[in-house]
Every structure is written in C-alpha cells, then in structure tokens.
C-alpha cells in the first residue's frame, strides 16, 4: 500500500526559506511524475510543482523563481525548496502524483507571518 509522509513544515517570518520533504513507500517511486501541492482554508488544494520520471520540473507561476523541486530516487524522496516565502504561502502543504493517484498524507504545515 503506498504511503506519503510529508514533512518539514514549520513557522517562518517572511522571506525566510524551508525545506519540505515527502517519503514515498509502497510503490516504485522512480517511474512516477510526482507532484507538490498545497491547501489553505480558502482556497482548494492547488498544485505548486511538478517533477517528471527524469527530472524535468514545473512550478505554479505564483512560486516562480522561488520555489524548486526535486527528487531522490535512491531515498525514496520528494523534495522542495522554498525561499523568500510571504504570507500568502501559508498553507498545507501535500505530494502526490501528478493524477492524486495515492492516498493522501497528513500534509505539513507552513506558516508564514511575522
């Protein structure tokens, strides 16, 4: 049964950086474009970045030279790098694959404010 574990969420002042991780068992974690996603009470869960089998990344224009994506397939693991984070960043945030295929995690929670 796959499995998603994100983590690495917390409490950042703006303009600050973290660094969420997701673990994925269960399935064979190489051969799927995995996704980055987040959601806000107001707002529905929206994707933010997209990593292919090969590494080719996407990121949600909102994010845009701020965000980064990317993988370790030895590890099992999706990352992404967030720097210069504002406020409307604040959210949970979620991995999945790109069709929300698996079971959803707990998410990790980040906040943004000073």
């Known amino acids: 049964q796959v499995q998603l574990v994100e983590s690495g969420g917390g409490w950042v002042q703006p303009g600050g950086s973290l660094r969420l991780s997701c673990e994925v068992s269960?399935?064979?974690?190489?051969?799927?474009?995995m996704t980055w996603y987040r959601e806000t009470p107001r707002k529905e869960r929206e994707w933010v970045a997209i990593?292919?089998?090969?590494?080719?990344?996407n990121v949600a224009d909102s994010v845009k030279g701020r965000f980064s994506i990317s993988r370790d397939n030895a590890k099992n693991t999706l990352y992404l790098q967030m720097n210069s984070l504002r406020p409307e960043d604040t959210a949970v945030y979620y991995c999945?694959?790109?069709?929300?295929?698996?079971?959803w995690g707990q998410g990790t929670q980040v906040s943004v404010s000073s």
């Open positions: 999945n694959t790109n069709f929300r295929s698996f079971p």
């Open positions: 990593i292919s089998t090969g590494g080719v990344t």
């Open positions: 269960g399935t064979q974690f190489a051969n799927t474009i």
